[in-house]
């Protein structure tokens, strides 16, 4: 079975703080794919970023940063020095080889105060 | 060149309604996607189309139902009647040839859905 988790419902940050959005996932194949999306207040999921399994180095972007970690299943996002433009709701999903469709997270509301 | 579009943005009817939402892929992706998501719940999966065919639908509710892709190119996705259940956002995809092995899907803004 596949499962994604985020445990954090909803996050309160003020400006310039880091914040860490944790994702958890589960699956039993060796072969997979991992993404976060955003969805700001437009509406529209907004692709951030694709890891595959086989590569667990962290990578970062920006003011955006990935840790992926296969040891504890984990793909968690961070956002250093936030800002209220950061303020969305986060969805990570997996995707494994084989079927073309995403499961989903039930996503981390952001709410970054001036 | 334009992204993935939805319409209705909003929709509200009534429990036995009808209701159809389109959706415009991005030109030339073969690949279109429809998800929901139920508020408060995860975004899930309904169907996949490759051009005009059903590749893989598992995630269809019931058969109140019914997705349409003629031609290949844009979607219909029409629930008759509409149940409270329904209420949600129905997200559409899509994404190039190869799919999600290789790539991303790039999502529209979505239908929200309110069944009274």
């Known amino acids: 079975a596949q499962k994604v988790t985020q445990a954090q419902t909803e996050i309160s940050v003020v400006e310039k703080e880091d914040v860490t959005l944790d994702c958890v996932y589960e699956?039993?194949?060796?072969?997979?794919?991992l993404f976060w999306y955003k969805q700001p207040p437009s509406g529209e999921l907004v692709f951030l970023i694709r890891?595959?399994?086989?590569?667990?180095q962290n990578e970062i972007s920006g003011r955006y940063s990935w840790n992926f970690q296969k040891s504890t299943s984990s793909f968690n996002f961070t956002i250093t020095a936030s800002q209220v433009v950061d303020s969305a709701v986060y969805f990570c999903?997996?995707?494994?080889?084989?079927?073309?469709?995403?499961?989903f997270g039930t996503g981390t509301r952001l709410l970054v105060s001036p | 060149e334009a992204g993935v579009t939805q319409f209705p943005s909003h929709s509200v009817i009534e429990k036995g309604q009808t209701v159809t939402l389109r959706c415009d892929p991005i030109?030339?992706?073969?690949?279109l996607y429809w998800y929901r998501r139920v508020m408060g719940k995860e975004i899930k999966f309904l169907l996949h189309?490759?051009?005009?065919?059903?590749?893989?639908e598992s995630g269809m509710p019931n058969n109140r139902f019914l997705a349409e892709r003629t031609g290949g190119t844009y979607s219909t996705l029409k629930v008759q009647p509409a149940e409270l259940e329904d209420s949600g956002v129905y997200f559409c995809?899509?994404?190039?040839?190869?799919?999600?092995?290789?790539?991303?899907?790039?999502f529209g803004e979505g239908s929200r859905l309110t069944v009274l």
């Open positions: 189309f490759v051009k005009e065919s059903k590749q893989d």
């Open positions: 699956t039993r194949d060796t072969t997979y794919y």
């Open positions: 995809a899509s994404s190039q040839a190869e799919g999600l092995g290789t790539g991303e899907l790039f």
């Open positions: 999903a997996l995707h494994n080889r084989g079927f073309q469709k995403l499961v």
């Open positions: 030109s030339g992706h073969d690949n």
């Open positions: 890891r595959n399994s086989f590569d667990e």
